[in-house]
């Protein structure tokens, strides 16, 4: 349920329930007022939209108590809520009020979306049950669902490739990002309905062969803060995974961090010069070694940065053919296909000849013309 | 194919970046810039040098004679020689197959150590008697304009800023030596084709015209004799020849 669909009901609740001691009925209720009294309710206790209602009934029964010269309410607060409840349910379906992935803007806010599985990663972490990407015909974004929810919840598993209606989906900003999780307040209804997500948007993922030019600072082996973030209004334990400058992590200062190995390359083709980032699997992939090799490495060299500069004189300059999905700001790759130099010489060579023969063409046509010039001199 | 609208005059040579706000041909000055595949002869030429909006940071482009801006550059080279110029600078000069003499210099100065670590490096080699050492070069080039007696001298352009000097193996190189070959001539097509982003621009700079183009059209052919085989080259081409013929029944407009 949205914000302003549950403040129309708040709205039509007062209205119309609301008994006063002098036989009159309604409690006016301004519905905007309302709308930022459940968004501001909703975000600082992270609370669903009838959560919010149920508690705002409440409040605006105490309020109105206050105030002098207004006739008393007769109607309890348990009774309103109890309309309230019944409403609830009854209107459940027409409540479900679903909005664009687009469109996410609000950390923290619950909302309701209908989306297409359209990525699942492999690589995740112990408290995270599935993470990937869905879609809708606006764009596409992240979706994380939590151990922990899937463990106090019936909510099923998402399967690649299905749609689903999720209602009561949290957004969670990161990075600028808006990305949805499922909580185990969250309802996950696989549906038949068919979304028409374009080509790119589909998957937002797509193949790239590029030269890596760069392999940039805070590549190969890094530290990850494990602080558990008191972000969390689940109570599941969520570590921040910030990477570590000098020990030192930008929100929870020095910590013991954990190792991880990534790459963050520049990947240019001549046409854009791209962000490409390599997790961890993925970098073990492309250069031939993983953590344990790695931390053996620094172990050895007693400096963690050997790490980067075998990485380096791994990978720069080669042609590298992967999978990615496109985060806006950046690449990431899904998978590694293939390092492999081989050059279309034919294409190449075609293209060179197609030019000589235009070249010869228009030397052609330039001496026809001179000809044709002279040919009229003399005849004048 | 542009004419020239500086009808016949030199071009003027741009010693200082002029400030272009006309088209950016979608230039974004917040991304990084693409690093252009780009051939020595070419590049050399680059002499008119823009900067794409009037605020002193914003990022400075090469204006390319085949109809296209260029902050960044790849070059795919071996580097010839390697001179200390002073304490803090360092100069490399990159040679690209089929260019006969020509070559173009790259410097690393105090504000590229690594660069100038990596070159210092690859001037041991040399004096150990490797011969020329295959790189591929990545920076942002400059134009340097002599001071001679009798005033300015010739432009020249130069990587003043290189950010990578990747020593590379040969199959890697030979692949980028292929890319900076159909790049180039990709771009030559465009600006036949009257298309390119900064065509007229090019056309009013440097008097670019067919036989210019044809030459950074000969040029990349070279390089991709002298780098592989010159048989399979030419087969490649021939199919090319063949296919453009069929395709026009009559003589093309120029």
Redesign the interface.
């Known amino acids: 349920m949205s914000y302003e669909s549950t403040a129309q009901e708040l709205v039509e609740l007062f209205a119309s329930e609301v008994e006063r001691t002098d036989g009159s009925v309604g409690l006016e209720l301004n519905v905007d007022e309302v709308v930022e009294d459940i968004r501001r309710v909703a975000n600082n206790y992270s609370l669903p939209a009838d959560e919010t209602a149920r508690t705002l009934i409440g409040q605006y029964i105490a309020k109105s108590e206050n105030t002098e010269g207004i006739p008393g309410i007769e109607t309890s607060v348990e009774d309103l809520r109890a309309v309230f409840n019944n409403n609830g349910s009854a209107e459940a379906v027409e409540a479900f009020d679903p909005q664009r992935v687009s469109s996410l803007d609000t950390d923290n806010a619950w909302v309701d979306v209908v989306v297409e599985v359209t990525d699942l990663f492999d690589d995740t972490h112990n408290s995270i049950h599935q993470k990937g990407v869905v879609a809708d015909e606006s764009g596409t974004t992240l979706v994380t669902f939590w151990a922990k929810s899937k463990q106090e919840s019936d909510i099923p598993d998402l399967e690649q490739g299905e749609t689903y209606r999720i209602e009561s989906a949290k957004v969670d900003e990161y990075q600028g990002s808006y990305n949805l999780q499922i909580n185990k307040a969250s309802e996950v209804t696989p549906t038949d309905a068919e979304l028409d997500i374009d080509a790119e948007g589909q998957s937002g993922t797509f193949t790239l062969t590029r030269?890596i030019?760069?392999v940039r600072n805070g590549s190969g082996l890094i530290k990850r803060c494990q602080e558990v973030t008191g972000n969390d209004n689940e109570g599941e334990p969520q570590t921040c995974g910030r990477p570590l400058n000098n020990d030192r992590c930008a929100d929870h200062g020095i910590v013991e961090g954990e190792f991880d190995l990534r790459i963050k390359a520049?990947m240019?083709?001549?046409?854009?010069?791209a962000?490409v980032i390599f997790g961890t699997e993925a970098t073990e992939s492309l250069v031939g070694f993983g953590i344990e090799e790695a931390k053996q490495r620094a172990h050895d060299a007693l400096d963690t940065s050997v790490v980067a500069d075998d990485i380096r004189a791994e990978v720069?300059?080669?042609?590298v053919t992967v999978e990615v999905t496109d985060y806006d700001e950046r690449y990431v790759v899904d998978e590694v296909l293939g390092v492999d130099?081989?050059?279309?010489?034919?294409?190449?060579?075609?293209?060179?000849?197609?030019?000589?023969?235009?070249?010869a063409?228009?030397k052609?046509?330039?001496a026809?013309a001179e000809a044709g010039g002279e040919a009229e001199a003399e005849a004048a | 194919m542009y004419t020239d609208s500086n009808s016949g005059s030199d071009s003027e040579e741009q010693s200082t970046d002029q400030s272009t706000d006309a088209d950016t041909e979608g230039i974004n000055p917040n991304?990084?810039?693409?690093?252009?595949?780009v051939t020595v002869a070419e590049l050399s030429d680059a002499t008119v040098r823009e900067q794409l909006g009037r605020d002193e940071r914003s990022p400075k482009f090469s204006l390319l004679p085949t109809g296209e801006r260029a902050n960044?550059v790849?070059l795919a080279g071996t580097i010839t020689e390697i001179e200390e110029l002073s304490d803090q600078n360092t100069r490399a000069r990159i040679a690209m197959p089929g260019h006969g003499d020509q070559a173009i210099y790259a410097y690393a100065g105090q504000y590229q150590p690594d660069i100038a670590t990596q070159l210092d490096q690859i001037g041991d080699q040399f004096n150990q008697g490797q011969p020329a050492v295959r790189v591929?070069v990545?920076g942002k080039p400059g134009v340097y304009v002599p001071e001679t007696e009798d005033g300015q001298g010739d432009p020249r352009v130069q990587i003043s800023n290189p950010?990578?000097v990747?020593e590379?193996t040969e199959?890697?190189w030979?692949?980028?030596i292929?890319?900076i070959?159909?790049?180039t001539?990709?771009r030559?097509?465009t600006m036949?084709n009257g298309e390119a982003p900064a065509g007229q621009a090019a056309a009013d700079a440097y008097g670019i015209d067919?036989d210019g183009?044809?030459g950074y059209?000969g040029t990349?052919?070279a390089m991709?004799n002298r780098v592989?085989d010159e048989g399979?080259?030419?087969?490649?081409?021939?199919?090319?020849?063949?296919?453009?013929?069929e395709a026009?029944a009559t003589?093309?407009?120029?």
Do not use: C, W, Y
Request: negative net charge; proline residues 3%.
């Open positions: 030269p030019i760069e520049v240019d083709d001549g046409q854009e010069g962000s720069l300059g080669e042609f130099q081989e050059q279309d010489l034919e294409s190449v060579g075609e293209l060179a000849g197609r030019l000589t023969s235009a070249f063409e228009t052609t046509v330039e026809g | 991304d990084r810039q693409p690093a252009k595949r960044r790849l591929v990545i950010e990578a990747l590379v199959d890697v030979n692949r980028h292929a890319d070959a159909e790049d001539f990709e030559v097509e036949l067919e183009l044809e059209h990349g052919v991709l592989f399979m080259i030419e087969e490649a081409m021939a199919q090319g020849i063949e296919a453009d013929t026009d003589p093309a407009e120029s």
